[in-house]
């Protein structure tokens, strides 16, 4: 039986066996059949959840006269990451400001929720980044073809057609790369973090490890940005109107 969370515990006694049972009926055999639920899994349901709550108090508290200060907080978050897109994208980024906004506040709690005592990152488990890495892969693929229309292929050939039997490995192995640049750049940073501060707090348990909760802090905050920064360069190039 692994390890778990007070909070992966609970879900385990509430939802293991359909669970297990949905895992054997697309031919996975669950390790722990009694606790299928890992904790990465369980904090990114925590963190899922928490986000939902907040965003359908801020929608309900909408006001154009008398924002809230939580109103001005994600307008401020929804501000930067639409300037951001439009430095980057052009004059046709609004449309994608909705997903990096999203992405964004998603990983930066599934960063920041293990500063909370009883709980931990999701994103130092790999496959969390890997799964946020794909989702930002396959978005940015996507609205090429969407932009582009099968025109987008050519982006893979080069500029030049006699060297495209030569770039087409090139480019699909590039764009490939970054899926495994943003899962490893995330995932190394924040597991660094989590045992960076753990070990402090097992050694000093009072002073001392406050500056590193504050560097993990830090760590979260600049690891959301460059996710979030790097995934509006694949779009740019992606929906560039050279293709």
């Not at 994600?74 to 609004?94: C, D, L, T, Y």
């Not at 609205?143 to 480019?171: C, D």
């Not at 097992?202 to 460059?226: D, E, N, R």
């Amino acid at each position: 039986m692994p390890e778990q969370l007070w909070f992966t515990e609970i879900l385990n006694r509430l939802f293991a066996a359909p669970v297990t049972s949905l895992l054997r009926a697309v031919s996975i055999e669950p390790r722990h059949p009694l606790a299928p639920i890992p904790n990465s899994l369980a904090m990114e349901l925590l963190v899922f959840f928490f986000l939902l709550i907040v965003f359908l108090l801020v929608r309900s508290r909408l006001s154009v006269d008398n924002p809230g200060a939580l109103q001005h907080a994600f307008e401020s978050v929804e501000g930067f990451i639409r300037g951001q897109s439009h430095e980057i994208i052009g004059h046709h980024s609004e449309g994608y400001t909705p997903f990096l906004a999203a992405l964004g506040l998603f990983i930066l709690f599934c960063n920041l929720i293990g500063v909370v005592p009883g709980f931990e990152s999701p994103t130092a488990v790999p496959i969390v980044p890997l799964g946020c890495a794909l989702c930002a892969f396959i978005y940015y693929q996507s609205q090429g073809f969407k932009h582009a229309g099968i025109g987008y292929l050519k982006h893979f050939a080069g500029p030049m057609p006699l060297l495209a039997p030569l770039m087409i490995p090139i480019e699909l192995i590039s764009h490939l790369a970054r899926v495994l640049s943003l899962t490893i750049r995330l995932f190394a940073n924040m597991f660094a973090g989590d045992m960076v501060t753990l070990v402090f707090f097992s050694l000093v348990p009072v002073g001392i490890p406050i500056a590193f909760l504050g560097l993990h802090i830090g760590v979260s905050l600049l690891q959301t940005y460059i996710f979030v920064l790097l995934t509006t360069v694949y779009l740019q190039g992606a929906v560039a109107d050279e293709h």
